[in-house]
């Protein structure tokens, strides 16, 4: 008996392609620093993110620190969220509402990336 349902979030849940997906890119434009770098912070606290033992407000503290960027963090938290959470023509509505049905009947989940 099925129990638990997980939907994944990228080109599922969120219609976005895997070329605008490039976290590290996105990084780079949020602290304004060269892609090259951002790749290598990225790949260092990517596990940390996504599996929220880190707080975005806490990354983008240490990394701004990490790269002297003097940057206020109200500024930075702008810059993600502009960069990183997806607009409402990106999100399947549909399916949402579908989990919401499933929700009655099973434990629903969402596997998100960053």
């Known amino acids: 008996m099925v129990k638990n349902i997980i939907f994944d979030?990228?080109?599922?849940?969120?219609?976005?392609?895997?070329?605008?997906?490039?976290?590290?890119?996105?990084?780079?434009?949020?602290?304004?620093?060269p892609k090259k770098?951002?790749?290598?912070?990225?790949?260092?606290?990517?596990?940390?993110?996504t599996t929220g033992r880190i707080s975005v407000e806490d990354f983008l503290c240490k990394i701004s620190a990490l790269v002297n960027i003097n940057i206020p963090l109200e500024v930075l938290l702008k810059r993600w969220k502009k960069t990183f959470l997806p607009n409402k023509?990106?999100?399947?509505?549909?399916?949402?509402?579908?989990?919401?049905?499933?929700?009655?009947?099973?434990?629903?989940y969402i596997f998100l990336i960053l």
């Open 37 to 49: 770098q951002s790749q290598i912070i990225y790949k260092q606290y990517k596990e940390q993110l």
């Open 89 to 108: 023509n990106q999100i399947n509505l549909e399916l949402f509402e579908l989990i919401n049905n499933f929700k009655k009947r099973y434990n629903t």
């Open 9 to 33: 979030t990228g080109g599922v849940l969120l219609l976005i392609k895997k070329k605008e997906m490039d976290n590290a890119a996105k990084l780079s434009l949020v602290l304004g620093i």
